[in-house]
């Protein structure tokens, strides 16, 4: 079973900064890209930002210039740096993964994490 738990969210007033963090565990043979979605009430969910295995890194246009991704492999662990948060970064963040867990490539998808509230907000 592999399972994504992010952590991090809360409140903060806009211009202020948070750190999300998400952590895969359970049976993981390959960890590949990750990234973070997020979803605010109402609206679609839209991409935050992705990194790659070799830490290649894809951003929102929401979002670029203001976060950063970024992973320890060793600890299955990405994490996204969000400065200068405004209200309209108020969503649900969700953490996914590319994994595979099992010896053949056929044994891969993507697997999400059941989210963490981040609320920009005086």
């Known amino acids: 079973q592999v399972h994504l738990v992010e952590s991090g969210g809360g409140l903060v007033q806009p211009g202020g900064s948070l750190r999300l963090s998400c952590v895969a565990s359970?049976?993981?043979?390959?960890?590949?890209?990750m990234g973070w979605y997020r979803q605010a009430p109402g609206k679609e969910r839209e991409l935050v930002a992705t990194i790659t295995t070799g830490g290649i890194t894809t951003y929102g246009d929401s979002v670029k210039g203001r976060f950063a991704i970024s992973r320890d492999n060793a600890k299955k662990t990405i994490y996204v740096q969000m400065n200068s948060l405004k209200s309209e970064d108020t969503a649900v963040y969700y953490c996914t993964a590319d994994i595979q867990w099992g010896g053949h490539a056929s044994a891969r998808m993507h697997f999400w994490g059941q989210g963490t509230q981040v609320t920009v907000s005086s």
């Open positions: 359970g049976t993981i043979f390959r960890l590949n890209d």
